[in-house]
């Protein structure tokens, strides 16, 4: 079993920047594919990055390239999303989640943390 805890949401004027964490635990998640999701206000969730678990390969929704960064610390078994210019769209619960090597779904996922970016 994994177990995510996401931190790092709040509160942010557009343009500003924050940076999500996800701390795994249970277990080492360095052969697993971690992704950062989000869910807006009456939306269905949606993919918002994925870095691979050997760290060479990332993905991005075309609606946060160039300006959300997906990172990995193997050695502290956390993930961090770098939100930069930020707009009100990017409003949202943000969730982490992990799928393991060779896996075609995320089987763990954490409980959220709350962006809200006013306009």
């Known amino acids: 079993q994994v177990q995510l805890v996401e931190s790092g949401g709040g509160l942010v004027q557009a343009g500003g920047s924050l940076r999500l964490s996800c701390a795994a635990s249970?277990?080492?998640?360095?052969?697993?594919?971690m992704g950062w999701f989000r869910q807006a206000s009456g939306k269905e969730r949606e993919f918002v990055a994925a870095i691979s678990w050997s760290g060479g390969g990332t993905s991005y929704a075309d609606s946060v390239k160039g300006r959300f960064t997906i990172s990995r610390d193997d050695a502290k078994n956390t993930v961090y999303l770098q939100m930069n210019s930020l707009k009100p769209e990017d409003t949202a619960v943000y969730y982490c989640?992990?799928?393991?090597?060779?896996?075609?779904?995320?089987?763990?996922w954490g409980q959220g943390t709350q962006v809200t970016v006013p306009s």
């Open positions: 989640a992990a799928r393991p090597k060779g896996g075609d779904k995320y089987d763990y």
């Open positions: 249970g277990r080492t998640v360095s052969s697993y594919t």
